[in-house]
């Protein structure tokens, strides 16, 4: 039981960093900005954001069960903690202060963050690292995406 429950608590982390969704929610101003045609429709970015949350709190769990008095454990998931803040820091800047530039800043530091705590994920849960793996890649089209955004508005 204490497992489910560490398990919980990890998923309901993972998805702290969704808060700042509802504070700074897309608005006229983001519809009135010319964006790539490939851009995902608006339903999307729930459905996607729900299963990736899920994913990357269970990758942390994952890690979290295999913690010992070595420090991998506690690397791996302080860099969870870091990516996870760079990806809650994301919507407020860019919805919420509408920086696109600077936003787009936090999105390469949060794919190198990613990165990185997929590498440190990999060296204690295999299966970990690769339940990041969609995390990243749809972290990779949301920069590019952000980068399009910022070319076709500047």
């Known amino acids: 039981m204490r497992s489910f429950l560490a398990w919980i608590g990890w998923v ?13 929610p897309p608005g006229d101003w983001y519809q009135s900005l010319a964006k790539p045609d490939w851009t995902p429709p608006g339903w999307v970015f729930p459905v996607v954001w729900t299963t990736l949350y899920a994913m990357m709190g269970t990758a ?26 760079l990806n809650a820091a994301w919507t407020p800047m860019f919805f919420g202060a509408e920086q696109i530039l600077a936003a787009l ?27 990041l793996l969609p995390y990243l890649a749809w972290v990779t089209i949301a920069a590019i995406l952000n980068f399009e955004i910022w070319r076709m508005n500047s």
């Open 60 to 85: 942390a769990w994952l890690v979290w069960r295999r913690r010992t008095a070595e420090d991998r454990a506690r690397v791996a998931l302080s860099l969870f903690v870091i990516q996870l803040a």
């Open 105 to 131: 800043i936090i999105i390469v530091a949060l794919w190198f963050a990613i990165l990185a705590t997929m590498l440190a994920f990999r060296k204690v849960s295999g299966a970990a690292a690769l339940l």
């Open 12 to 24: 309901l982390f993972s998805f702290a960093a969704a808060l700042p969704g509802p504070i700074a």
